[in-house]
């Protein structure tokens, strides 16, 4: 038991460091772009999206460096399953959220394309450059879409996140921005090691640690931010971040592993964790359309329910029973 202590409790400081050095690399890099006179709505999109996905992509390229691409994959594809389960589930269950139309026929559409295209890359056992590569290559036109679109209708809750953006100095945004990115890097690299050292000595696959330990650590922001916002009642903030957040791990957590490190994967990627990820996907869009068919046919707005969110929920936890043999070790 003493052997484990370092690594888990490098692994605690690794989350704990991410989390704080993903907060203050965003408020550099939202107030270095603020003093650029770059408008909120577009640092909401751009900056603060990609910022907050930093932990993932960080242990990703880190991992990959390390020979562990199978924690980077297992990273971002846990990460996801957090993301809708733990995350939307918690917060439906903390508040009803209120859907509109976009979200099934723009987010959810997109969403659903990129988890196919994803599970393409997967589907014959190898990550290769070119694939990732192309993948990763998709979120250009789509940041630019959306900054074409979300530029002709701004929500409330879009303000709101202007309103967030930090009123700085330019020496004080470049100050955080340096030690966010330095606190970053190094809380990855601790991270990995961790999760490498205590899957090497309890005996199970870096993936495995990848899918649960870690993604649930990196998946903590956007639990926090989902339930203030949903609490707060900016809704479209709580739910949108869920599918911002998993479009990222999609196209650029591991993607950059694939560019890195080509690797060969285990089946069980793609026929149990990629599988349980598109079910939990399919099932999510189901809700949304059926929440919205329900409104129109009464005339009411459209609400994803407690209820909802209870079944995403048990689903998460009967993924956990699906991976537990391969926690055991049976």
């Known amino acids: 038991m003493g052997a484990m202590l370092l690594p888990i409790l490098g692994l605690l400081i690794g989350v704990l460091g991410l989390l704080w050095g993903a907060d203050r690399f965003v408020e550099g890099s939202a107030g270095a772009a603020r003093n650029f006179g ?63 139309k976009h979200l099934l026929t723009q987010e959810g559409a997109v969403l659903l394309v990129i988890t196919a295209i994803a599970g393409f890359c997967l589907y014959d056992g190898y990550l290769g450059r070119i694939e990732s590569a ?90 926090a931010a989902s339930v203030v916002s949903a609490m707060r009642g900016h809704h479209d903030i709580a739910i949108g971040n869920v599918f911002g957040s998993n479009l990222f791990n999609l196209m650029l957590v591991m993607p950059a592993a694939g560019i890195i490190s080509p690797m060969t994967i285990s089946p069980m990627v793609f026929n149990r964790d990629f599988a349980s990820l598109a079910i939990m996907t399919l099932l999510l869009i189901a809700m949304v359309a059926l929440a919205l ?38």
């Open 38 to 100: 770059i408008s909120p709505l577009i640092i909401g999109l751009t900056v603060v999206s990609i910022g907050t996905s930093a932990p993932e992509v960080l242990v990703s390229i880190n991992a990959a460096l390390s020979n562990a691409a199978e924690l980077a994959v297992g990273n971002a594809l846990g990460s996801n399953m957090a993301n809708i389960g733990l995350v939307l589930g918690a917060t439906l269950l903390i508040a009803p959220t209120p859907v509109q």
């Open 293 to 330: 068919n329900k409104a129109r046919r009464n005339s009411l707005p459209a609400v994803l329910s407690r209820y909802l969110g209870a079944i995403l929920v048990a689903g998460y936890i009967g993924y956990y029973v699906v991976l537990w043999p391969a926690i055991v070790g049976n």
């Open 134 to 223: 192309i993948l990763a290559g998709l979120i250009f036109p789509l940041v630019y879409i959306a900054i074409r679109y979300k530029k002709t209708l701004v929500s409330p809750e879009e303000v709101a996140i202007g309103e967030d953006i930090p009123d700085i100095t330019m020496g004080a945004a470049a100050l955080w921005f340096i030690v966010g990115l330095a606190v970053l890097l190094a809380s990855a690299e601790v991270t990995v090691w961790s999760a490498k050292t205590i899957a090497q000595s309890l005996g199970i696959s870096e993936l495995i640690i990848g899918l649960t330990v870690v993604a649930i650590g990196t998946s903590l922001p956007e639990l």
